[in-house]
């Protein structure tokens, strides 16, 4: 979501000829995302760049208003894009659906990120717990590459 309103965008868009890092978090404004996950991101985007990296995207089963309103509190700017995936269709067609039905939130994703290199994941790091910030931490990203 811009400016303009909401935008649609492939994964065929965001990644074809470009090394990107794709990170999901099981809830926008929920605690870890909000203060260690996507932050973390946020503080090393410049090294993830200098380490070839052409974009970071951020992805949640969220609608795109909530994303919108949650990258402007955390002053994401142009370092981190905030992508809604509303109906879980990604997150599905990853295989990498949460159950957060106990806790009130329905369908949502797992923690991970990955690099995605011209449309092919060749590093994916999935949180052992589902929710947890170990192997998905954008220094342990960093470390990667």
């Not at 492939?10 to 890092?21: F, I, N, P, R, Y």
């Not at 090393?44 to 969220?62: F, M, Q």
């Not at 997150?91 to 039905?101: I, N, P, Q, W, Y």
């Amino acid at each position: 979501m811009d400016a303009s309103g909401i935008q649609e965008i492939s994964t065929t868009d965001l990644t074809a000829g470009k090394k990107v890092v794709i990170l999901a978090v099981p809830g926008a404004f929920t605690p870890t995302c909000s203060k260690d996950h996507v932050p973390g991101f946020i503080k090393v985007a410049n090294d993830l760049k200098s380490k070839g990296i052409d974009t970071i995207a951020c992805v949640s089963v969220n609608d795109p208003f909530v994303m919108g309103a949650w990258g402007k509190e955390l002053g994401a700017g142009s370092n981190v894009m905030l992508l809604s995936d509303g109906n879980g269709t990604f997150t599905r067609a990853m295989g990498l659906e949460l159950d957060g039905s106990e806790f009130g939130l329905g369908m949502r994703s797992q923690r991970y990120a990955m690099v995605v290199e011209n449309g092919v994941i060749t590093k994916l790091q999935v949180e052992p717990d589902k929710t947890g910030l170990s192997c998905s931490s954008a220094d342990s990203m960093l470390a990667l590459l």
